[in-house]
């Protein structure tokens, strides 16, 4: 079991930066690769970014490649998402997930999951 604990979500205007982070504990962290997907009103899950188990390798959807960058730490068991240039339309919910194979793009190939952290961008 591994639980997820998402934060620094919030309002942000146009352009602003937000940095998100996600704490895990349980299982050892540094098995998973860790991904963070989000989720609009109206709108499915979709993702965002993922980094592999040691962070050598990183990857972006392509609506947040060169704004969004994710890191982790696994001394600290944390990621973190800067959101740099935001947009209205990065409004989300935005989760956190544990990869126990690889650094995945789909939603199902993630076993945990946090409770969220709501991103809110004004115009």
Known sequence: QVLLVESGGGLVQAG?????????????FSNYAM????????????????????GDSTYYADSVKG??????????NTVYLQMNTLKPEDTAVYYCGADPYEAGLRE????????GTQVTVSS
């Open 35 to 54: 991904g963070w997907f989000r989720q609009a009103p109206g709108k499915e899950r979709e993702f965002v970014a993922t980094i592999t188990t040691n």
């Open 108 to 115: 199902d190939e993630y076993m945990y999951w946090g409770q």
């Open 67 to 76: 704004r969004f960058t994710m890191s982790r730490d696994n001394a600290k």
């Open 16 to 28: 602003g930066s937000l940095r998100l982070s996600c704490t895990a504990s349980g299982r050892t």
